[in-house]
């Protein structure tokens, strides 16, 4: 659901507590039931698009447009444009079954990239960024014959609109797994002595807690899930640890960004992870590691080593080419998409990116075995015995999943969804009731600074 989100639409987020992907989301989907075969069925495709699967029939004669809110120049998209490009290989389908829409604002552009790539012949058309979702589904009511796909999305299951449909990964698992990255790069700190509140005093609050911090775009769900799982990855590590989030109130600045970085490393944050498409928090931390500062980056979507190379320790990242796999696979049967789909470690969907040279030894190891849990399904990210909640434990966390329009300062319902109690068997079960991410607890250990 990352990604960016309408400015109208940003504050229902933040109001809800119900956001949208780097991308972005505010809530979605259908009846319990409904939402349940939907995932289902999503799963049972993705397993098989995620190996070496045959290329089915081509019963559909598909043509493809896309629609992005950045360019190559940019990890999210780029990320988006790999994940097509590799689908569209693996598939057999032609460069010219593709037609490209770049740089398209999350306004009316982007109902009028729609309406051209419906008259250029296209009957799957596919937008990438939150904020176009709105004008997707305005176009999508005028032309049933197409199907149209806003990935980050959050309400194409209670929108009535049945070739309409919402697509995300699981990312808060990567985000949990570079957590734990970021913990035993800590733990190495600590264990021979570089890390003391006595060497770098600034690098601990009064309690002894050790500072880490996050650059975060919006304070939508799905920054404050992916933040949550980075945090309690590195809790899994080191328990005494706090954590500072930055909003920057855009998906791509890169001197924002950086300038967050610069000041949570002022604050004696040693880890800077991120939420924010550019390489700006990266470069800050590694400038900052070179002048003497103790810090270490995790960063988003693409490999950071070349932007810092001392201070990188991986990347949480999103694989596409998975969904895009599925979903032009269904296309070419002529079949109809998942309505929500959203995939994790378990399709591969999800990942790390190569680890840094700075990370700590047997990281590689360490991780791999926390990979392998939660496919197993022996981890849980949300698992609630490890958070709390006001000094609480959380039993019960309601969820409204309708959608709302704020444009008018009030909130007027769009779209009617249920309101569900997503913990459940001791755990928040994300991304299960929706696509779209939904955690929106703000739990002990974390602060958030708007400024």
Same mark, same amino acid.
């Given at each position: 659901m990352k990604k960016k989100v309408l400015g109208v639409l940003l504050a229902a987020a933040m109001v809800l507590g119900l956001a949208a992907c780097g991308g972005g989301s505010q809530e979605p989907a259908e009846t319990s039931s409904a939402s349940a075969a939907s995932t289902s069925a999503a799963s049972a495709a993705a397993e098989s698009s995620s190996q070496e699967a045959a290329v089915p029939e081509k019963n559909v004669d598909l043509k493809i447009g896309v629609i992005l809110v950045g360019d190559e120049t940019e990890g999210y998209t780029m990320a988006h444009i790999e994940g097509i490009k590799k689908a569209a290989a693996d598939l057999g389908i032609a460069d010219s079954q593709i037609l490209w829409k770049y740089k398209v604002e999350e306004n009316s552009?982007?109902?009028? %990239?729609?309406?051209?790539?419906?008259?250029s012949g296209c009957n799957l058309i596919i937008s990438n960024s939150y904020g176009h979702q709105m004008f997707m589904a305005d176009v999508a009511a005028d032309y049933p014959d197409v199907q149209f796909v806003s990935m980050t999305g959050d309400f194409a299951a209670i929108s009535g609109l049945d070739n309409f449909a919402n697509a995300f990964t699981n990312c808060y698992e990567g985000r949990y797994v570079s957590g734990v990255v970021a913990g035993l790069k800590l733990k190495e700190l600590i264990d021979d002595g570089t890390l003391t509140a006595e060497a770098v005093p600034t690098a601990f609050d009064a309690d002894g807690n050790i500072k880490i911090g996050y650059v975060g775009a919006f304070p939508y769900a799905e920054v404050v899930s992916g933040y949550t799982g980075f945090y309690l990855g590195v809790k899994s590590i080191v328990p005494n640890v706090v954590m500072e989030?930055?909003?920057?109130?855009?998906?791509?600045?890169?001197?924002?960004?950086?300038?967050?970085?610069? @000041?949570?490393? %002022?604050?004696g944050c040693v880890i800077i992870g991120q939420h924010a498409d550019s390489t700006g928090a990266p470069a800050a931390t590694e400038k900052l590691l070179n002048s003497g500062k103790i810090c270490y980056s995790v960063g988003y979507n693409v490999d950071m080593r070349e932007t810092a190379p001392t201070a990188a320790l991986t990347s949480a990242t999103n694989n596409w080419s998975v969904y895009y796999n599925y979903l032009f696979s269904t296309m070419l049967a002529g079949e109809k998409p998942a309505v929500d789909w959203a995939e994790g470690y378990a399709q591969d969907a999800v990942g790390i990116t190569e680890l840094g040279n700075s990370c @700590? %030894?047997?990281?590689?190891?360490?991780?791999?075995?926390?990979?392998?849990?939660?496919?197993?399904?022996?981890?849980?990210?949300?698992?609630?015995?490890?958070?709390?909640?006001?000094?609480?434990?959380?039993?019960?966390?309601?969820?409204?999943?309708?959608?709302y329009d704020f444009s008018t300062g009030s909130p007027v319902e769009v779209y009617h969804g249920e309101t569900v109690n997503p913990i459940k068997d001791g755990y928040f079960s994300e991304s299960t009731f929706r696509s779209a991410p939904y955690f929106s607890l703000r739990i002990d250990g974390i602060t958030e600074d708007a400024e």
């Open positions: 552009d982007c109902s009028d %990239a729609a309406i051209d790539l419906v008259a989030v930055k909003y920057t109130n855009s998906w791509f600045d890169i001197d924002k960004e950086g300038a967050a970085a610069e @000041a949570l490393i %002022a604050n @700590a %030894a047997g990281t590689q190891e360490y991780v791999d075995g926390v990979v392998a849990d939660i496919k197993a399904g022996t981890l849980h990210v949300f698992d609630t015995a490890t958070f709390t909640v006001a000094g609480g434990p959380v039993d019960d966390a309601q969820v409204d999943l309708s959608y």
